[in-house]
């Protein structure tokens, strides 16, 4: 049975040693981030969210603005980022400006707007005594293809240049871990989906079909039933990543996805049953840059948590639909 | 039985189907691209050298001005790429500014200096139609700590920048492949060694050894009988790097050792054997740069090759000696 959001569902959450940290969320108005945010500030902490807040407004998180702080900055400018991280103990770097169909047509921008950042922020971290660093990873890129479900163990073979430069920061974070001691999770995560999904980019298939049906335009299909996703809501990964809250000290590579392959064609049952609304939908090859298959194994992380249950795809495809009819403000383009 | 180098020792140099190619050598001015060219200039290709020569002077070609085409040009300037890429058929890519402790210490200088620009000059070479790249990787650096012979199915484990953009530069590569379909061959060689090496680097123990030795000052001995090495001899590389030749349109990573481990102390030995004059030496404990152990199982490539003999580390490293000896002109720091 599917847990209630909200609730501690894992024992670490009641442990008798807990206290608030200074956590520092880059990113933490995006997607993923906001999620966490959500789950930090539930769980007590003291969150800053660096982010660009072009307007004075936040796209996620006006329901926390009392009880968080805001920085407004450029992760490229290493003063905005400096001042972030002055007084915080771990950091959290949801930054990512590219996606993998974008970079597969212009890889230099991989180096240039995440692999060079990001090591130019590693060095402040370190040299602002920044105890632990997590960093979310890409399951579904970086293992490339691979046969079956794959554990941490599994050669990386990344196929996009986003694939290859959420491994090489992965590299360069252990290099930083084992040259300067602090502490690294990287957590390479399946296919999140949820409310909040940014729906303009060619990432994240669950929110692009669901804009596309609510806009009446038809839904485009790449791929067969072979090719397999591991979807999994985006509150279960704000949950999960917790680990590091509770493991300040530890450093580790840990896969994040329910374990389950889901073919596009099943999504599409699932959208059927799902979906009050009629859609079309037109059927495409795989593009290049998608992953054939990739499925993960996630016992690493999960036998920390062993009572730990997954949502249910439909449910949550339900629940993330309902938040795009009633959230969802957008022009449809023409 | 050692091969004597120069005569041709194995099937593919007397192949019926042989034809002059027009081949590109970046860095084919220093150590192990001026022995790859001594190579492919015997075997008669047609070879252009693409490195600066600030003193309209080579530093290990001279013996071949008349035989080959030299182009002064800097790796960063796309418009010198695309004029030396004119007309090519393979490119042989020893392009390198850095080595393992440096960027150690400033691991940006990876991206800056060698990811960024390589993967400038896998674009123009596309564009310009080249047929296949060959990249040089590092054996020593990419695979990182391991317990046994490695070979290609090991998951690397870089440890130091060096190794990441290695590693990075290679997925890259593969990118480009599977991208638009240009042939790709990675040699993940291990410790090469010979006449030419640079001494003023910290890198290349034997040569960096020979000079301390003459020069009159102690060698300095980073680690023990633990810490193995897969020294080959640079010759022994080019030669087998020519299977790119031989194989224009497949792709694949070679490691590239001798499947042989040497320690630090049983170099010592073998320099107490050979080297004529006597030497200081002092022990160190391993650089944190250092890899443990590594050693190179290479049976994907030589299994192209059923007759090849490595040359003897002992003789070679005698041949090296003789080199420095005679032609090593430089001042002694103080």
Chains 1, 2 share one sequence.
Not at 142 to 152: L, M, N, R
Not at 182 to 209: C, E, H, L, M, T
Not at 281 to 308: C, E, K, M, T
Request: one cysteine or more; aromatic letters at 12%.
């Amino acid at each position: 049975m599917a847990q209630t959001y909200g609730t501690p569902f894992y024992e670490t959450d009641q442990m008798s040693d807990w206290k608030p940290m200074n956590v520092l969320v880059l990113g933490g108005d995006g997607f993923l981030g906001s999620h966490l945010v959500d789950r930090l500030v539930d769980m007590g902490h003291r969150v800053t969210v660096f982010d660009r807040f072009p307007y004075r407004t936040t796209r996620n998180l006006e329901h926390l603005r009392e009880k968080i702080r805001l920085i407004n900055g450029e992760f490229a400018n290493r003063q905005d980022l400096t001042d972030s991280l002055d007084g915080q103990e771990i950091v959290f770097h949801f930054i990512c400006t590219t996606n993998p169909a974008e970079s597969w047509n212009d890889p230099l921008i991989e180096v240039e707007e995440n692999i060079r950042p990001t090591l130019t922020f590693f060095e402040i971290a370190v040299r602002q005594g920044i105890k632990k660093i997590v960093f979310p990873s890409s399951g579904g890129t970086v293992y490339g293809p691979q046969d079956s479900a794959v554990d941490e163990l599994s050669t990386p073979k990344p196929m996009s240049p986003y694939g290859i430069a959420k491994l090489t920061i992965e590299h360069f974070l252990q290099y930083f871990h084992s040259r300067y001691g602090i502490s690294v999770d990287i957590y390479r995560i399946g296919n999140p989906f949820g409310p909040r999904q940014p729906v303009f980019r060619p990432q994240g298939v669950i929110a692009v079909w669901m804009h596309a049906i609510l806009c009446g335009t038809p839904i485009h299909i790449y791929g067969d039933h072979t090719t397999l996703r591991d979807y999994i809501y985006v509150r279960d990964v704000a949950h999960l990543m917790t680990h590091s809250m509770h493991h300040l000290t530890s450093s580790d590579i840990y896969n994040l996805g329910t374990g389950q392959g889901t073919s596009v064609l099943q999504l599409l049952d699932i959208f059927n049953k799902v979906i009050d609304i009629p859609f079309d939908y037109q059927l495409h090859d795989r593009r290049p840059s998608d992953n054939a298959s990739i499925v993960l194994n996630s016992s690493r992380l999960l036998n920390f948590y062993p009572g730990f249950k997954f949502h249910r795809l439909e449910d949550q495809i339900a629940e993330t639909w309902t938040y795009f009819k009633t959230a969802f403000q957008t022009t449809c383009s023409a």
